[in-house]
């Protein structure tokens, strides 16, 4: 915790929140690129239970290929598929074939185990990083 003091001069206290990493998809393929959609990051549905992402929530999805960066949603995918599939615009930006990390944060004042998993050539989990 910290403490400042306002205008009036009595201390308030206050927590300093931080985004940490809360689960991650390590070393996933890209299966597909869709540019007719409108947007978003389709991943098996296994994977997301596994790394512990809700659908709709916002990702930080990272080409180990290329080094592109960027941000989007998951989408629910058939389980047990491997499917990743980067839709819409960023279907430009990430093609089929690369490797990715998809990482989700956690805004919070505590330290949080994250969930992070990692997993073969074929999107199928390996085991817990």
Known sequence: MSYKKNVTGKFLIFKIMRFILRSKIHKAIVTE??????????????????????PGEKVLVVSNTTGIRLETYVMVGERGSGVICMNGAAAHLIKKDEEIIIMGFELTDKKINPMNILVDKNNKFLKFL
């Open 33 to 54: 690129a869709n540019l007719n959609y409108v947007g978003s990051i389709t991943i098996d549905e296994d994977l997301i239970e596994k790394a512990g992402f809700w």
